[in-house]
């Protein structure tokens, strides 16, 4: 993806005769800078244990660090490199947190988060987790399944999608102020994909409350889809009839599209995503093949049966 410098580089991100469109564009905006170092942004020793419930749902593969975890992040409204949100996110008030739920649902309102979760059953998620720039992790999340936070909202029988939005406060997310991004971020989802068990709202890992740079203190998580989906520090659910609009996809559509489902045999136009890079391998990191559906395809195919997945990626 693109990566900020003085400002943000779309020959990254987009064809080269719109990246130089988008320079002249962006010829006055201001500027980031890149972050002078890394911290290890671990969670603060004192937060309470979630004592979340284990998952049948969870891989038995071995998680990586939370010093990895917290420290190699995408998260743009603090910067793109991917030392920056451990290094600003610090800067995020994260509580008092309201979700507004709204749209084809018949209970609208403004939630507050800790209304939310009383209603909800947190349960330890180990997901594998694979970034459209071609590298993984595994993550112990904890959060609750998406399907009972939109049952509660009780959806309209002609809701089709779900779109999802993140905070948008440039006082505190520095990265906001550069004018050359459309914020907020945004996502979305067909309503199967947001109503399937694997889908969850997470708001841990490392059964602790999320640290900020990781989205807190909630964000979506939807594993066998590119990490750019499971959109961080969500304000806003809106159950929609026409396909909503998803960030990446306004940015550069003929490279991120909606679905973008984890698909080793569709390359980006850029680079293949046929294998990646395990964080926390270090200089000998390990390359590993890419499954399709980041290997959850006995739970999800099912979903796309009947679909082009190389024109619907
Ligand atoms: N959500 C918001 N609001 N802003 C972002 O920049 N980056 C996405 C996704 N969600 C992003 C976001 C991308 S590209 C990835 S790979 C994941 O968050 C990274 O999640 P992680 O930092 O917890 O690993």
């Known amino acids: 993806m693109a990566r900020f410098k003085t400002a943000l580089k779309y020959s990254e991100v987009t064809p080269k005769a719109d990246f130089l469109n988008r320079r002249q564009l962006m010829a006055g905006a201001a500027g980031l800078t890149m972050a002078g170092g890394i911290t290890t942004g671990l969670a603060t020793p004192a937060a309470a244990a979630l004592n979340a419930a284990k998952s049948k749902w969870s891989t038995d593969a071995e998680p990586t660090s939370l010093e990895d975890i917290t420290s190699y992040n995408n998260f743009y409204e603090f910067g793109t490199g991917k030392g920056d949100p451990a290094q600003y996110a610090k800067a995020l008030t994260t509580d008092p947190w309201s979700v507004e739920i709204g749209g084809l649902v018949n209970n609208p309102g403004s939630y507050a988060l800790e209304d939310i979760l009383k209603d909800m059953t947190?349960?330890?998620?180990?997901?594998?987790?694979?970034?459209?720039?071609?590298?993984?992790?595994?993550?112990?999340?904890?959060?609750?399944?998406?399907?009972?936070?939109?049952?509660?909202?009780?959806?309209?029988?002609?809701?089709?999608?779900?779109?999802?939005?993140?905070?948008?406060?440039?006082?505190?997310?520095?990265?906001?102020?550069?004018?050359?991004?459309?914020?907020?971020?945004?996502?979305?989802?067909?309503?199967?994909?947001?109503?399937?068990?694997?889908?969850?709202?997470?708001?841990?890992?490392?059964?602790?409350?999320?640290?900020?740079?990781?989205?807190?203190?909630?964000?979506?998580?939807?594993?066998?889809?590119?990490?750019?989906?499971?959109?961080?520090?969500?304000?806003?659910?809106?159950?929609?009839?026409?396909e909503p609009p998803a960030t990446w996809n306004i940015i550069n559509a003929r490279e991120y599209g909606f679905y973008s489902n984890v698909n080793p045999e569709v390359s980006h136009p850029r680079w293949s995503q046929a294998s990646h890079r395990v964080i926390g391998g270090g200089l000998f990191a390990k390359k590993e093949p890419t499954q399709m559906f980041n290997g959850y395809g006995d739970d999800v195919a099912s979903l796309y049966e009947g679909m082009d997945l190389s024109k619907f990626f």
């Open 122 to 242: 947190l349960e330890e998620r180990i997901y594998r987790f694979r970034c459209v720039e071609a590298w993984s992790m595994v993550i112990p999340w904890v959060g609750f399944q998406l399907s009972d936070l939109i049952a509660k909202a009780d959806p309209q029988g002609n809701a089709k999608y779900v779109a999802f939005e993140t905070l948008q406060r440039p006082e505190e997310m520095h990265g906001q102020k550069n004018g050359s991004f459309p914020w907020p971020y945004v996502e979305g989802l067909r309503m199967d994909e947001a109503m399937h068990p694997l889908t969850i709202m997470a708001t841990g890992l490392y059964d602790e409350p999320l640290p900020n740079q990781n989205g807190a203190p909630l964000r979506l998580v939807v594993p066998w889809k590119y990490g750019f989906k499971s959109i961080k520090s969500i304000v806003k659910i809106t159950l929609t009839e026409k």
